[in-house]
T-cell receptor, first 110, second 114 residues
Framework: QKEVEQNSGPLSVPEGAIASLNCTYS??????FFWYRQYSGKSPELIMF????GDKEDGRFTAQLNKASQYVSLLIRDSQPSDSATYLC??????????FGDGTTLTVKP | NAGVMQNPRHLVRRRGQEARLRCSPM?????VYWYRQLPEEGLKFMVY????????ESGMPKERFSAEFPKEGPSILRIQQVVRGDSAAYFC????????????FGNGTRLTVT
């Protein structure tokens, strides 16, 4: 059974800092990973996906994948209060049946 | 260009009643997934459907829960004889394809069992 583990947090960073969110996965054969953001009481929304080893940048967000270490991370540069949310890491390899971590709650303090 | 539509947004049921949750996928999407989220917990996969077929129901309790995605109309998640432990947010998601496709989530149905 696939497992995805995330630091439970909560993680608190000051405005303008870099927030680093980490995730490990159990299935060495997994290929595709997604980061979703979920505001309190709302539905998850996709913010990044990564399929290849290395870094992928999109604006203030950078996803990193290290398949050898079975490790995925999300960096948020210049963090803003509006980034305060729960971030969900998902292993989406299994024919779309994504396995989610329990999420890391991020608070960005003004 | 509507996204994934779920209804109702909130549903209150007494113990023993039935709950029916509806989901219309994003236009052009034929893959539908149901997830459950308990308070302060992550999303747990329940079932994956395509039109008229259940592809994977490994996350769905064997009793009281059922799901369908008919040829016409929305996908339905049905919970019979609800118990307080069924209180949760139920999210439907759809995707364009099966493999490596990101999920697009609906706004969820918050079920409260009294």
């Amino acid at each position: 059974q696939k497992e995805v583990e995330q630091n439970s947090g909560p993680l608190s960073v000051p405005e303008g800092a870099i927030a680093s969110l980490n995730c490990t996965y159990s299935d060495r054969g997994s290929q595709s990973f997604f980061w979703y953001r979920q505001y309190s009481g709302k539905s998850p929304e996709l913010i990044m996906f990564i399929y290849s080893n290395g870094d992928k940048e999109d604006g203030r967000f950078t996803a990193q994948l290290n398949k050898a270490s079975q490790y995925v991370s999300l960096l948020i540069r210049d963090s803003q209060p509006s980034d305060s949310a729960t971030y969900l890491c998902a292993d989406g390899t299994n024919a779309g049946k994504s396995t989610f971590g329990d999420g890391t709650t991020l608070t960005v303090k003004p | 260009n509507a996204g994934v539509m779920q209804n109702p947004r909130h549903l209150v049921r007494r113990r023993g009643q039935e709950a029916r949750l509806r989901c219309s996928p994003m236009k052009g999407h034929s893959h539908v997934y149901w997830y459950r989220q308990l308070p302060e917990e992550g999303l747990k996969f329940m079932v994956y459907l395509q039109k008229e077929n259940i592809i994977d129901e490994s996350g769905m309790p064997k009793e009281r829960f059922s799901a369908e995605f008919p040829k016409e109309g929305p996908s339905i998640l049905r919970i019979q004889q609800v118990v307080r432990g069924d209180s949760a947010a139920y999210f439907c998601a759809s995707s364009l394809g099966a493999g490596d496709s990101p999920l697009h989530f609906g706004n969820g149905t918050r079920l409260t069992v009294t």
